[in-house]
């Protein structure tokens, strides 16, 4: 298995509230990538790093913001929680038109 | 942008075969990838088509037909354990490394 964790794996929250979740590899891939899961939705992209320092928005970036640091590690900032961004969110590293991506276990957030 | 659909829902007997179908809009195509996702899980990757033609691995096969946008997945002699939802995505847009997936299938085994 790939070498990915997230943290924390659930959380609640209130709205109004700051909330930042990490994502941490130790495969030294340059890509990776923020997704939220719900359902009926699938896995849509919330942003993705292309490098340390190097960022750019998905398809759902509205009320996100990433950093990246280090190469190992990702974070995703709710910079005020609200209910519609409960959700479970993805961590994935890899890509390229011949990668695959692979996943971490995920972070159950709600938002109350 | 890109769009994928695939059936919401399959239910299939034990032992044998099914084919969930994935049709997609998109620009600056690449490939085809299928994950799987258990209840609770996160997505592990199935397979992946760029080129048109049957890529197979295990009791799992996957097709892509470029000029019809459209591509499937092939399981065969399922197991309980298959039990699972499975979601398409495509690689598109040059020098693009995003996937945008479809919205699953839910795959039910039953005896």
């Known amino acids: 298995d790939a070498g990915i964790t997230q943290s924390p794996r659930h959380k609640v929250t209130e709205t109004g509230t700051p909330v930042t979740l990490r994502c941490h590899q130790t495969e030294n891939h340059r890509y990776m990538y923020w997704y939220r899961q719900d359902p009926g939705h699938g896995l849509r992209l919330i942003h993705y790093?292309?490098?340390?320092?190097?960022?750019d928005k998905g398809e759902v970036s509205d009320g996100y913001s990433v950093s990246r640091s280090k190469t190992e590690d990702f974070l995703l900032t709710l910079e005020s929680a609200t209910s519609s961004q409960t959700s479970v969110y993805f961590c994935?590293?890899?890509?390229?038109?011949?990668?695959?991506?692979?996943f971490g276990p995920g972070t159950r957030l709600l938002v109350l | 942008g890109q769009s994928l659909e695939q059936p919401s829902e399959v239910t299939a007997v034990e032992g044998a075969i099914v084919q969930i179908n994935c049709t997609y809009q998109?620009?600056?195509?690449?490939?085809l990838s299928w994950y799987q996702q258990h209840d609770g899980g996160a997505p592990t990757f199935l397979s992946y088509?760029?080129?048109?033609g049957l890529e197979e691995t295990g009791r799992f096969s996957s097709f892509l037909s470029r000029s019809d946008s459209y591509g499937y997945l092939l399981l065969q002699e399922l197991q309980m354990k298959d039990s699972a939802s499975y979601f398409c995505a495509v690689i598109a847009g040059a020098g693009s490394y995003q996937l945008t997936f479809g919205k699953g299938t839910k795959l039910s085994v039953i005896p």
């Open positions: 994935a590293i890899g890509g390229g038109y011949q990668e695959t991506q692979y």
């Open positions: 790093s292309y490098g340390v320092k190097d960022t």
């Open positions: 088509n760029g080129l048109d």
């Open positions: 998109t620009s600056g195509f690449y490939g």
